[in-house]
């Protein structure tokens, strides 16, 4: 199960990496862009927390997946020149974002949501075997 979950994970980051990326140039609107890689980033995190615990029980690692992504949110509210620069670079962008927002903490939950559904599936998947 967990190669599974690993598999999705990568392919949740491809799809976040493809929307930032391309998105624009597809035509895509702002909204769309932002919050689908949030949505996209919110369900990374839940399956990478579920590659590493392992569980089981989703609600934990649903809540540990909340957890890290309002921390990394909130996260934004400290300024340092070292964060700050970090921030300016591609990585930096994609791990900690730059602008903090409570709406990213909403789509973080629904990405969440959406890594739970991928999970649930790939657990339905596994048992047909």
């Known amino acids: 199960m967990r190669w599974r979950n690993m598999l999705a994970a990568i392919a949740v980051i491809a799809a976040g990496l493809a929307l930032r990326g391309f998105g624009y140039e597809l035509g895509l609107p702002f909204t769309v862009v932002k919050y689908g890689g ?16 392992g569980s089981r029980r989703m609600i934990v690692s ?5 957890m890290i992504a309002a921390a990394v949110e909130f996260s934004r509210l400290y300024q340092t020149p070292v964060l700050d620069e970090f921030r300016l670079t591609l990585a930096g962008r994609l791990l900690l974002g730059r602008v903090f ?29």
Request: net charge positive.
């Open 38 to 53: 949030s949505i996209l980033w919110g369900a990374m995190v839940f399956l990478l927390v579920a590659v590493a615990m």
């Open 62 to 66: 649903a809540t540990i997946a909340l």
């Open 101 to 129: 927002s409570l709406w990213n903490i909403l789509a973080y939950a629904v990405g969440i949501g959406m890594g739970m559904a991928i999970k649930a599936r790939l657990r339905v998947l596994d048992r047909s075997q």
